[in-house]
């Protein structure tokens, strides 16, 4: 027996009747906050570098996709094989210069092969009417609002006299990791001074830049929409 398959195993003996009472009662939603957690102290461990208790969260994290797994296969929705076989298949569908029989020499060259390829799946959710994709709801600020930057410049879309472009490419020009780390840190230490949640207020103003965006771009005749 593989390695996964007895760590299957164990997870359907906890929720079996006679397993354990704290894992029976477990959904979906109540594993949200231990999914975070577990990636986060994911995340730790690679920012230092720590090799072995590295190896010890990707377990952790490991066991939270087979926890949401086996409850879904309880409810005969999906189980552990279907969720794997998805994302292999994806896999090989996304790299079709590795499975088949194309060619890219660059990582540039993957990306925008990756984008062409995932515009033509079809999506499970609703499609989006926006110029912008769908973002996680969940995803942390700063994530989200790197995300919409990234949207306005890949597609160039207009956020003049919505963001200081003027100002985002001067603090660039002197930014480094030391220093932006810096910069942040302090922001958040004014912030806690203050009684103001950055979290909230980045999120908030990246979602108006968002949909300010979306309302100048409407009144662009011929613009494409995403």
Request: proline share 5%; with cysteine.
């Amino acid at each position: 027996m593989s390695a996964i398959d007895e760590l299957r195993q164990t997870m359907a003996r906890l929720r079996e009747p006679g397993g354990c009472p704290w894992d029976q009662e477990q959904t979906h939603a109540t594993l949200v906050r231990c999914l975070i957690d577990e990636v986060s102290e994911l995340v730790d461990t690679i920012d230092r570098g720590d090799y072995p208790h590295m190896r010890e969260e990707l377990g952790d994290v490991l066991i939270q996709i087979v926890f949401h797994a086996r409850i879904a296969e309880e409810r005969g929705q999906f189980n552990f094989d279907d969720v794997a076989r998805e994302i292999n298949e994806k896999l090989v569908r996304r790299h079709p210069h590795v499975f088949g029989g194309g060619k890219l020499d660059t990582s540039e060259q993957v990306l925008a092969q990756w984008d062409v390829i995932k515009a033509t799946e079809k999506k499970n959710g609703p499609v989006s009417s926006g110029i912008f994709k769908e973002l996680p709801p969940r995803l942390p600020a700063l994530m989200f609002a790197e995300a919409v930057w990234k949207q306005i410049e890949k597609k160039k879309l207009p956020a003049d006299g919505i963001v200081d472009t003027v100002q985002v490419a001067a603090l660039g020009r002197h930014l480094s990791d030391e220093s932006l780390g810096r910069m942040l840190f302090e922001i958040s230490a004014a912030c806690r001074a203050k009684g103001l949640d950055p979290e909230g207020a980045l999120r908030l103003h990246a979602t108006k830049v968002m949909r300010e965006v979306e309302e100048k771009t409407a009144s662009i005749p011929g613009l494409a929409r995403a």
